[in-house]
């Protein structure tokens, strides 16, 4: 690994290179730490390359690093979530005794509460903005036009579940960013020590 890698290896960091690349995907500690934790099971390392996010996919035969956008690493992480979903519920279906059936509600209740998380990122990548845009073209074809109710829905989506505008909830991430620079600054200071 040259020295133009550092890789991602805590939440803090990750929130920390979102913010200072200005990132249109704003996440906070617990967003961060779903990714790292399903990348990390998945054998995949993210790192900052040449001041790009990059991956490592240690399954792979010959592992480097290679181009990886922090909107395709919320893409594969809601993917995998849903398998998981999928799985678990699947398992509830027809388990073996009770304590498997409970073993696998815990399980799905965990990763419920991850999906809701992952649903607030994927709106801010532009895989949820194509997915838009081509419904909005759709609705189009068939109408004519975009009628002011699916309008207007679709702007309150835009803003998210919480109901404040984008810039708000990006203000709230700030102040949380700021503290998580701090805490990773003393941590290099208390390092160089």
Same mark, same amino acid.
């Given at each position: ?91 509830? &279906? @027809?388990?073996?005794?009770?304590? =498997? ?11 419920? /509460? *991850? +999906? ?44 998210? &579940? @919480?109901?404040?505008?984008?810039? =708000? ?11 998580? /620079? *701090? +805490? ?10």
């Amino acid at each position: 690994m040259g020295m133009d890698v550092l890789e991602v290896n805590t939440p803090g960091e990750l929130v920390l290179w979102l913010h200072l690349v200005q990132s249109k995907v704003s996440m906070g500690q617990n967003g961060a730490e779903i990714i790292l934790d399903y990348m990390a099971e998945h054998g995949m390392t993210l790192a900052v390359r040449n001041q790009e996010l990059s991956v490592l996919d240690a399954g792979e035969e010959s592992p480097e690093y290679k181009p990886y956008s922090i909107d395709d690493a919320i893409h594969d992480v809601c993917e995998w979530n849903l398998e998981l979903i999928q799985d678990m519920e699947d398992g509830m &279906e @027809n388990p073996a005794d009770q304590k =498997e059936y409970n073993r696998f509600s815990d399980a799905l209740d965990i990763l419920k /509460k *991850q +999906e809701k998380v992952l649903d607030g990122l994927y709106q801010q990548t532009k895989y949820e903005q194509m997915a838009q845009e081509c419904a909005l073209e759709v609705i189009r074809a068939a109408l004519g036009s975009v009628p002011e109710e699916v309008q207007a829905r679709l702007e309150s989506y835009r803003k998210g &579940e @919480n109901g404040q505008p984008e810039e =708000e909830s990006r203000q709230e991430e700030s102040l949380e960013v700021q503290t998580e /620079k *701090q +805490e990773v600054l003393q941590r290099g200071q208390e390092r160089g020590r």
